[in-house]
């Protein structure tokens, strides 16, 4: 099996931070020549400085932000769409502004990079595409209400797997990881309220939540050759969370 990289340009959308970083970092490790994209981008330099990567700006949100960004890689070879937003609200107190952020973010994001990084790779004769998702594309969270996050993420696994079918004949591999719980922004907030993280942990049957670090294996491992026979999977990485 082969894991290395070498030779290989990824673009790790959302790789500012948690999640997204510990992707790239990884990437960087294996051999391969890594951008990051997101938003701020003080803080994207800081980050491809400080893991050996380069920053290009690109909003998820904005359809020429993103193709101006992928159209400004030399080559294409991994992608990995991470950026993401939450929402933990009630349906009946959610407002049409928030709805459209989480959506808009969430799954239209990852709508408008796979189609430019799908045109890059069409052009180029394949690739592989890692979306992530998570866990609550397949359960209800709780205590916590988030139906609107949930719902934005089960329609990121889906389409991927819908890709995965479309890209196939042209060498483009499409998957999707769904971490579960992670010590990331995203959760912070969460994290902060200690009967949520302690429900969070009691419901884990390794009984903690995850570091990001532990999250980025699985794209290493979709990124190569090593899974070159595996399209429209979705792993998940939950701690055993499902299980009960």
């Known amino acids: 099996m082969n894991f290395s ?3 290989r340009t990824a673009l790790v959308v959302g790789g500012t931070t948690g999640i997204g970083r510990a992707i790239a970092t ?23 400085a ?23 890689l030399d080559r294409l070879d991994i992608a990995v769409n991470g950026a993401g937003t939450g929402l933990n609200k009630p349906t009946v107190e ?15 994001g990852v709508f408008r990079c796979c189609r430019a990084e799908g045109r890059a ?10 979306n992530i998702g998570s866990m609550s594309a397949h359960i209800v969270n709780h205590p916590q209400r988030q139906a609107i996050y949930n719902a934005s993420k089960a329609a990121v696994v889906h389409y991927t ?29 969460s994290r902060a309220i200690p009967e949520r993280l302690a429900s969070w942990e009691a419901g884990t049957p ?39």
């Open 94 to 108: 959610t407002t049409d502004d928030e709805f459209a952020r989480v959506v808009d973010t969430n799954f239209a």
């Open 161 to 189: 797997r819908s890709l995965a079918v479309e890209w196939a004949p042209a060498g483009i591999r499409v998957n999707s990881i769904s971490p579960g719980y992670t010590e990331t922004a995203l959760t912070a907030v």
């Open 50 to 72: 400080e893991i050996g990567a380069e920053y290009v700006p690109m909003d998820v949100t904005d359809s020429d932000s993103v193709d101006a960004a992928v159209a400004s």
């Open 5 to 7: 990289l070498d030779g």
């Open 26 to 48: 990884g990437f960087v490790e294996q051999g391969a020549k890594v951008y990051i994209a997101g938003r701020t981008r003080d803080a994207g330099r800081a980050t491809a």
């Open 206 to 244: 390794l009984g903690r939540i995850a570091k990001p670090s532990e999250i980025a294996g699985a794209a290493v491992y979709l990124a190569s050759d090593a899974s070159s026979y595996v399209t429209g999977t979705d792993i998940v990485i939950d701690g055993g969370y499902r299980l009960w």
């Open 121 to 130: 790779m069409l052009a180029a004769g394949g690739g592989s595409i890692v």
